[in-house]
């Protein structure tokens, strides 16, 4: 019985019936060597963020902290809590230079900055309002350095990915 | 080698003013001081506060009173070799965690 009613070429049907098989399977392997290597991409990314944090976000965080929970209990600003202020951001300084240590790319001129202006101001003033005032305008200032270190410097996905990419392109 | 006096105090020049600070106020200081002139002419300088007079400084102004100094030393256990405090332990601790902060920007190695 001859089913090629319309006399087309059988061999060629069927040929292009496997390129698109091969095409589509080609595909496919693509596509999940594409997912895999997204997903390997953002595990690495949300390990270093954490990293980042615990490292450097929740220790410079809680250092804040505890200068805030100190100028907030000041009713008047004299020399000694001048002196005490200033050492509390000795210690940020000190934090930031071990900071340094692991991420050596951050700028920590910008960061150390942000306290001198701030005590700066403060020993200028002598007033516990202005300190407690300041201090959220420092506070924000540092951490939205941190988080864009963060985010645009050391754990910028897009540009580690195709960075990785392009530099895995020279091997083919 | 010989020694020079310099006088935080002399910073002081109100009896409503006991504190010290300023990065730039810091710079201005150590060039009228001629403070590296007096270490590149092979003296050894002596800082004195007297802390009757001064209370408080802040780091901002050490930063800027030794910056010029760590860019020409280096480290810090250069600097101690050619700069002396005389003051009490409060200021002295805090020195050293200046030196530890310019010591990190300016010692490289």
């Known amino acids: 019985m001859n089913l090629n009613y319309c006399n087309l070429p059988i061999q060629v049907i069927t040929n292009d019936s496997n390129w698109v098989d091969i095409l589509t399977l080609l595909f496919t392997i693509i596509s999940i060597i594409v997912i895999i290597y997204v997903v390997f991409l953002a595990k690495q990314t949300e390990i270093q963020y954490d990293k980042f944090k615990k490292l450097c976000l929740d220790l410079v965080d809680s250092e804040l902290n505890n200068i805030y929970l100190y100028i907030k209990e000041q009713h008047n600003i004299g020399s000694r809590e001048l002196y005490i202020i200033n050492e509390y951001f000795s210690d940020l300084n000190i934090l930031f230079i071990s900071i340094r240590k692991i991420y050596p790319k951050i700028d920590i001129d910008a960061l150390q900055n942000c306290s001198f202006e701030y005590t700066d101001q403060i020993f200028e003033r002598k007033d516990a309002d202005s300190a407690k005032l300041y201090f959220h305008q420092t506070r924000i200032s540092i951490l939205n350095d941190l988080y864009n270190y963060a985010y645009f410097k050391e754990l910028n996905f897009l540009q580690r990915g195709v960075l990785k990419v392009f530099s895995n392109v020279k091997y083919f | 080698m010989d020694k020079r006096d310099i006088h935080l105090s002399k910073l002081i ?68 070799k050619l700069l002396e405090f005389d003051c009490n332990s409060s200021f002295k601790k805090q020195i050293d965690k200046n030196f530890e902060i310019l010591d990190s920007i300016y010692n490289e190695s």
């Not at chain 2, 106020?25 to 007079?53: C, M, P, R, S, Y």
């Open chain 2, 13 to 80: 020049t109100s009896t409503e003013i006991d504190s010290i600070s300023g990065r730039k106020f810091g710079q201005d200081f150590a060039e009228t001081e001629g403070v590296l002139k007096l270490l590149e002419n092979g003296f050894i300088i002596k800082i004195i506060i007297d802390d009757t007079k001064v209370k408080a400084i802040n780091d901002s102004f050490w930063k800027g009173f030794l910056s010029k100094v760590f860019e020409r030393l280096k480290s810090k256990s250069e600097v101690n």
